[in-house]
C-alpha cells in the first residue's frame, strides 16, 4: 500500500481579494500507517496571502500536540510538532511578501516535525486548531495596508421647503435630484474601493453652505451635487456639467443664480469681482489639483452622460462643461462638480426626468463618470482607522 500525494493547486478566492496557492510538500510516496499509530502526518502546508494579514494552514491528519516559540535576529517563529512525521526534508516555501518571508518544514527528529515560519516585518500573529480536516491556522499580522477607499459625498439638490425648478406637470426637482442620488449612490456602493454619503437622503432642506461643509466634514474626495436644469426658454434641452469658477456666460450665471437662489443682478456683481466672497474663491481655487482635477471629473461625467442617455435617447444635447459661481461648491476641499441633468423646464425632457429608467440611466452614467475619473487619478494615501475585514 502506497500513497503519493502531489498538491499544487492555484484557486481563485471567491471575492478575488487574493490568491490562494497551494504547495507541495508531499512530493513522493510513503508507506500508510500499518495500524492505529498515533504518529500523525503532515499532508500539506499552505497560505494565502491577503493585504493586511497571511494565513498559513499546516494540514494533518489528525490533531497533534505543538509547541511553539517566536525567536530573533533573524526573526521567526517555529512550531513542533509531537508525534509526527513529514515524509520530505526541510522544506521551503518561499512567500515573500511584507509578513512572511518563507515557510520551510521538516523532519526535526524522529518523532518531531518542526514548521518554521521566517517573518519579515509583523505586528501580532494568532495560532488556532481546526477540525475535518484536523489543522492548524496561524495567522501573521502585518501593517494594515488596505487600497485606497474613496469617499464620494453626493448631493441631491434642494429639499424640503425649496423644492428647486418646477416642471409644467408639477414635476419637482427637489424629487427627481434624490431619487437620481439615492440610485447613484446603490451603483457606486456595489465597488468596494468607495464609500458612499449623502448631504441628504430624504426631503428635507440643507443650505447651500451646509453641504459641502458635510463633505469637507466627511474629508470627501469628492462632492457631486446634482440638480437638473430650467429655463424660461421651454425649449432648452440637455445635460452639462459644472465647476466652480468665474464665468463671463450670461447662461451660465443665470444657471447659478437660479440654484444659489439669487438675483441674476447679483450673480453678475460676483462675476465683476465686487464681492468680499471672492477671496473665499480665490482660496478655493488657488487649493493644490483641486481646480484641475474638477475639470477632470466634470468632463467623465458630462462624457458619460451623453454617450449614456444617447444609447437610448438620441436626441440627448450635450451642453459640455462649464464653469460658474454656485454657492454649493464654496469651499468645497476636494474636487468639486455640479451636474444638471436635462431640463425639467422642457416638456420632453420632464417627461423622461419623471421615468425610472431615465433616473436610472442617468445614475449609472454619472456612476461610470465618477468610476472612470477614479481609476484614472492618482491613488492618494491610506485610510486610517479602517475595521480589519478578515474571513473566519
Ligand atoms: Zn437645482
Redesign the pocket.
Known amino acids: 500500500m502506497w500513497r503519493n500525494v502531489i498538491g499544487i493547486q492555484m484557486r481563485a478566492m471567491s471575492k478575488s481579494i487574493c490568491v490562494l496557492f497551494f504547495f507541495a510538500v508531499l512530493t513522493s510516496f510513503f508507506p500508510l500507517p500499518s495500524s492505529a499509530s498515533d504518529t500523525v502526518d503532515v499532508t500539506d502546508i499552505r497560505y494565502w496571502s491577503f493585504p493586511e494579514y497571511t494565513r498559513v494552514v499546516i494540514n494533518l491528519t489528525d490533531h497533534v500536540k505543538f509547541s511553539e516559540k517566536r525567536l530573533s535576529s533573524p526573526d521567526r517563529l517555529y512550531f513542533d510538532l509531537k508525534n509526527s512525521r513529514i515524509n520530505t526534508e526541510m522544506k521551503n516555501i518561499s512567500v515573500g511578501n511584507e509578513m512572511l518571508k518563507s515557510v520551510r518544514a521538516g523532519q526535526f527528529d524522529s518523532s518531531i516535525v518542526r514548521i518554521v515560519l521566517d517573518l519579515e516585518k509583523i505586528t501580532d500573529y494568532k495560532v488556532l486548531t481546526l477540525d475535518d480536516p484536523a489543522r492548524i491556522v496561524i495567522d501573521i499580522y502585518g501593517q494594515i495596508t488596505f487600497s485606497v477607499k474613496k469617499r464620494i459625498v453626493l448631493d441631491p439638490?434642494?429639499g424640503g421647503h425649496d423644492p428647486?425648478?418646477v416642471g409644467r406637470n408639477n414635476l419637482y426637482?427637489k424629487d427627481v435630484v434624490l431619487d437620481i442620488a439615492l440610485k447613484l449612490r446603490d451603483i457606486l456602493s456595489g465597488n468596494q474601493n468607495y464609500e458612499i454619503f449623502l448631504t441628504r437622503d430624504k426631503d428635507v432642506f440643507i443650505p447651500l453652505e451646509e453641504r459641502t461643509a458635510i463633505a469637507n466634514s466627511k474629508n470627501a474626495d469628492l462632492f457631486v451635487s446634482i440638480?437638473?436644469n430650467a429655463s424660461p426658454r421651454s425649449s432648452a434641452k440637455g445635460v452639462e456639467t459644472y465647476m466652480l469658477n468665474w464665468t463671463t456666460d450670461e447662461e451660465a450665471m443665470k444657471v447659478a443664480a437660479r440654484?444659489n437662489a439669487i438675483s441674476l443682478k447679483k450673480m453678475r456683481q460676483m462675476n465683476e469681482k465686487e464681492m468680499d466672497i471672492l477671496d473665499i474663491i480665490k482660496n478655493d481655487l488657488s487649493r493644490e489639483n483641486k481646480r484641475d482635477e474638477s475639470i477632470k471629473l466634470a468632463h467623465y461625467i458630462q462624457n458619460n452622460l451623453v454617450r449614456g442617455l444617447n444609447r437610448k435617447h438620441s436626441h440627448i444635447v450635450d451642453l459640455g462643461v462649464k464653469q460658474a459661481l454656485f454657492y454649493v461648491l464654496f469651499g468645497a476641499k476636494m474636487p468639486s462638480v455640479l451636474v444638471e441633468a436635462s431640463f425639467i423646464s422642457n416638456p420632453l425632457e420632464e417627461k423622461l426626468l419623471s421615468k425610472d429608467d431615465y433616473r436610472r440611466e442617468l445614475a449609472k452614467s454619472i456612476s461610470a463618470g465618477i468610476t472612470n475619473y477614479m481609476s484614472k487619478s492618482p491613488e492618494g494615501q491610506t485610510v486610517a482607522g479602517l475595521k480589519k475585514n478578515i474571513a473566519p
Open positions: 439638490g434642494h428647486g425648478a426637482e440638480h437638473v440654484e
